[in-house]
């Protein structure tokens, strides 16, 4: 079946740190693949989302390309700030009429 | 536009009780679909609703049921709760018709705490 695999946190970084955390997964089809964000006590947030190969999500700094040779789509952001602090999820999906499959969530934190 | 709302916030309940979970979905949207998120964890998908039925479920037990109302409003409804079922409700929204790919807008989630 179609799943997500992410790094495993947490993730601590300085602040103005290059951020990588790695997403791979498994599907069927063509999916589309998100990125989304929960800051602490809050809910989800679309951070950035590519819908076919070789597209470049981004938002925020934030990066990520939809590799389908590699079944990959790593998160990645030049310089993180403390702001930056949350819970990051690497999610795929078949469409509006699909369910949404999350990957565990890489907790990062951003240290002064 | 309100976006996706969810209510209540927080809950408290206790083992063999019932609950009920309420969603409004952003405004346009016509499909809405349930994630539990346990503490810790990525959220699992439940249900979808579109036209008032019931189109896809997750690996769910029968306690966990839903609805969906003519505005496209939308009510989970969890029977004997366990202990387990402690965890962050979150509702999605999104448009099915039009043929292109629209992405699930989530609200803030109820966070569901059974004792």
């Known amino acids: 079946g179609n799943s997500v695999t992410q790094m495993e946190g947490p993730v601590t970084l300085s602040e103005e740190a290059f951020l990588t955390i790695n997403c791979t997964y498994t599907?069927?089809?063509?999916?589309?693949l998100f990125w989304y964000v929960q800051y602490p006590g809050e809910g989800l947030q679309l951070l950035l989302k590519a819908t076919k190969a070789d597209d470049k999500g981004s938002n925020k700094g934030f990066e990520a390309t939809y590799r389908k040779e590699t079944t990959s789509f790593h998160l990645e952001k030049g310089s993180v700030q403390v702001s930056d602090s949350a819970v990051y999820f690497c999610?795929?999906?078949?469409?509006?009429?699909?369910?949404?499959?999350f990957g565990p969530g890489t907790s990062l934190s951003v240290i002064p | 536009d309100a976006g996706v709302t969810q209510s209540p916030t927080h809950l408290i309940k206790t083992r063999g009780q019932q609950v009920t979970l309420r969603c409004s979905p952003k405004s346009g949207h016509d499909t809405v679909s349930w994630y539990q998120q346990a503490l810790g964890q990525g959220p699992q998908f439940i249900f979808q609703y579109y036209e008032e039925e019931e189109r896809q479920r997750g690996n769910f037990p029968d306690r966990f049921s839903g609805h969906q109302f003519p505005n496209y409003s939308s009510e989970l409804n969890v029977n004997a709760l366990l202990l387990g079922d402690s965890a962050l409700y979150l509702c999605?929204?999104?448009?099915?018709?039009?043929?292109?790919?629209?992405?699930?807008?989530f609200g803030p989630g109820t966070r569901l705490t059974v004792l």
């Open positions: 999605a929204s999104s448009l099915t018709m039009g043929g292109n790919y629209n992405e699930q807008f």
């Open positions: 599907a069927t089809g063509y999916p589309s």
């Open positions: 999610a795929l999906s078949r469409g509006s009429y699909d369910k949404v499959i």
